[in-house]
């Protein structure tokens, strides 16, 4: 194609960039608190070239394009570069798109058969004084956290066995250790998981390869204190069908949901399976936790089927985005059964992109954010991402049965994931930035990173850095402080 389509995918928010740039002295209105000091990283997908074929995923296929909003002592930058994988670098030699539909190799270019296809797009990911790029399609590329250059493809030092990392790892608030996992580790449609844990130096240390119930599509898991957890929902994969040129996911709404539930420095054989609902998904975890009692409680936004259009499209599934009964869920399981079925307890709206202190992973919690639609909505939602529709109010929960609090910005707005910065102030829950978008016209839009007090989000944000460049919807982030910075390797 010798421009991109006018589809959802490549229009509005979703509307493709493709600038590499830096911008100094951002325009800034409040007051910046001294602890915001350091960089949130973004990962914004955004595709270099139009596809040359239908691409039903592309909103989740864009290279994977690094933006770090710095603050330095009041001063705000923003800087975007492509991260250099393979597959973009192929891209940018021939001046045109050479892969084909998202997670399908077989629709790919003859010339680029059997090369890396992650584009890296997903989650920067900060660990033992290293910024990798992840996307659970395969191995992370690690990235100069300064320059934003690309350094290469990871796999810890040659150490890891999975052929993929997820773009959603847990790093543990006293031991320093990051835990993961790959799904579809060892090719294609697999149902073999990979879980590894690194040390705080980010040396890997353990890798346990074991079978899930199916393939499916593990988008993010937890740790509480003493377990890790493997959510597995019935969005799955046939090789037959990709070889056809059919999607890589379909949604099985009939079959069973499961919850593997392993030790933290578990084996293969000490996993136990809890049966979930049929047909449900879910793609963020709140937290993981265990109460006095020892019983194991998992939260996560969960809707009774898969959330994104094309993949209930490709499965044949008529149900719109409002017959989705989406809710923040707790499943509930005893880790010393054998096993048994999951306990489901409603404790929150419908939304996504949940936020926790970092300070009470895996551990019980009071307090917490999210993403979610303004039921006192005036005029039409803003298009964009993935989902087709992007969250327009920023919510504070109180995990204690208080009342939660919210933030509406108003006709036009929208919000992308809040990272989380702590305070040096006891008791002081700390702020939340997030880059919102405002648009002002058909295709017009203004763009800004707001900074909230976290624990009063309803007053409204207390300083706001203008970004004068037009801004993708951004995926992921991560809040690296100034002092974690200056500890990189």
């Known amino acids: 194609m010798a421009a991109f389509p006018q589809i959802p995918d490549y229009m509005g928010l979703n509307t493709p960039q493709g600038q590499e740039y830096r911008i100094d002295n951002l325009d800034v209105t409040g007051r910046i608190p001294a602890e915001v000091n350091g960089t949130f990283f973004r990962a914004v997908p955004d595709p270099a070239f139009p596809p040359f074929m239908e691409d039903s995923a592309a909103s989740l296929a864009g290279d994977g394009m690094l933006s ?42 003859p010339e680029v058969q059997g090369m890396d296809r992650t584009v890296a797009n997903t989650t920067p990911v900060w660990h033992a004084g290293r910024l990798l790029m992840c996307k659970e399609d395969g191995r992370p590329y690690r990235v100069d956290p300064v320059t934003l250059e690309t350094l290469g493809s990871h796999d810890f030092g040659g150490k890891l066995q999975s ?160 017959e989705l009964n989406g809710r923040l869920a707790r499943w509930t399981v005893d880790p010393r059964a054998d096993g048994g079925e999951v306990v489901e307890t409603v404790i929150g709206p419908p939304g996504d992109f949940p936020v926790i202190p970092a300070a009470k992973q895996g551990r019980p919690y009071d307090h917490a954010w999210m993403l979610t639609m303004d039921p006192q909505m005036q005029g039409p939602p803003v298009m964009g991402g993935p989902v087709g529709v992007m969250f327009n109010l920023l919510m504070r929960l109180d995990m204690r049965g208080g009342p939660p609090q919210a933030y509406a910005p108003g006709p036009g707005y929208c919000f992308n994931e809040p990272v989380h910065v702590p305070s040096n102030e006891e008791g002081h829950e700390g702020y939340l930035l997030t880059v919102v978008d405002h648009q002002t016209g058909p295709d017009d839009y203004e763009h800004g990173c707001w900074i909230f007090n976290a624990g009063d989000i309803a007053a409204g944000p207390i300083a706001k850095v203008a970004i004068p460049r037009r801004q993708r919807v951004q995926i992921h982030g991560w809040w690296v402080s100034r002092e974690k910075l200056d500890s990189a390797v």
Not at 86 to 106: I, M, S
Not at 176 to 198: P, Q, R, V
Not at 260 to 286: E, I, Q
């Open 68 to 109: 770090a909003i710095r603050f330095e002592n009041g001063a705000v930058s923003i800087q975007n570069r492509y991260v250099d994988t393979a597959r973009h670098r192929a891209e940018v030699k021939a001046g045109e798109a050479l892969f084909g539909k998202y997670r399908n190799p077989f629709t790919d270019k």
């Open 163 to 322: 052929e993929t990392m997820t773009a959603h790892v847990r790093v543990d608030p006293e031991t320093g250790e990051m835990f993961a996992y790959g799904y579809e580790a060892d090719g294609l449609a697999s149902k073999k998981l990979s879980y590894f844990i690194t040390g705080p130096d980010g040396a890997l240390k353990k890798e346990v390869l074991f079978d899930a119930p199916y393939c499916s599509m593990m988008h993010d898991f937890a740790i509480s204190e003493n377990y890790a957890l493997f959510p597995i929902y019935p969005t799955t994969s046939y090789v037959e069908r990709m070889k056809e040129g059919g999607d890589h996911w379909y949604h099985e709404q009939d079959w069973d949901s499961w919850l593997g539930v392993m030790p933290r420095y578990g084996d293969a054989s000490d996993v136990k399976w809890f049966k979930g609902p049929k047909g449900v998904h879910c793609f963020h975890m709140m937290n993981a936790w265990e109460d006095a009692n020892g019983m194991l409680h998992f939260d996560q936004c969960l809707s009774d089927s898969n959330a994104f259009p094309f993949i209930r499209a490709a499965s044949g599934i008529e149900m719109s985005m409002q």
